[in-house]
């Protein structure tokens, strides 16, 4: 399993100190639909690393390969465009396939985006997808959240997979940077579709992405 960890800084660590929280979801069972049908799978985890994600991974029998690309280390730099710094599509495009490292031949079967997308403003996110087009298939899917109200901050946190109903979820009080509705993922996301969209939990959509 090929594992990228940054380490947390003191603040993050405190907000990480309770234990999460596990919370039903309706569709991870189809997210993970079929996977058993697989000879082995590839996951691109955009968080920081997670024992549990492994742990959930690691008793399955389909072989997986598990890479976490903090996208937080990224948040620094892909600042929001200004008059004085205007943005760089092919630039930010290039950032991030260096830090998402991803080789010739690779693939992704399963993407989890969690809420990182929330931290970086539209035009970002639409890099990201041009960065990750070349390693999705037609079976890959993705998973992540939206936010139910576009005009209102949502809630930051750590999230992992519990099980594969449940998504452990540490919460953090501090808001997100931007709050994107799905529509707006849609719109800029173009790599995978949303196929669906169900409320989690207070002002979170979970969404199921599909190439």
């Known amino acids: 399993m090929a594992f990228r960890r940054r380490q947390p800084s003191p603040d993050e660590k405190a907000s990480t100190a309770d234990a999460p929280q596990l919370v039903k979801s309706r569709l ?3 997210l993970f ?4 049908d697989r000879a082995h799978i590839s996951v691109l985890d955009l968080g920081a690393g997670s024992a549990a994600t492994l742990s959930f991974f690691g008793q399955l029998e389909t072989p997986a390969k598990i890479t976490f690309a903090d996208a937080l280390d990224l948040t620094g730099q892909l600042r929001p465009a200004t008059d004085d710094e205007p943005f760089d599509f092919s630039q930010t495009v290039q950032i991030w396939q260096s830090h998402l490292a991803l080789q010739s031949g690779d693939q992704i079967d399963y993407l989890l985006m969690w809420d990182y997308l929330h931290y970086f403003e539209p035009s970002v996110i639409e890099a ?3 960065a990750l087009q070349p390693y999705v298939h037609r ?3 993705g ?3 939206g936010s139910l109200h ?3 901050p949502i809630r930051g946190g750590v999230y992992a997979i519990g099980d594969e109903e449940s998504v452990a979820i540490t919460p953090d009080p501090a808001p997100l940077p ?3 509705s799905q529509q707006v993922i849609a719109d800029n996301f173009v790599c995978m579709q949303i196929t669906r969209g169900t409320l989690l939990q207070e002002g979170h959509l979970e969404l199921l992405f599909e190439a």
């Open 139 to 141: 079976e890959s899917r």
């Open 128 to 130: 990201l997808s041009s």
């Open 143 to 145: 998973y992540g959240f």
């Open 150 to 152: 576009s005009d209102k």
């Open 178 to 180: 931007f709050a994107h």
């Open 28 to 30: 991870l069972p189809q």
């Open 33 to 36: 639909a079929g996977l058993n």
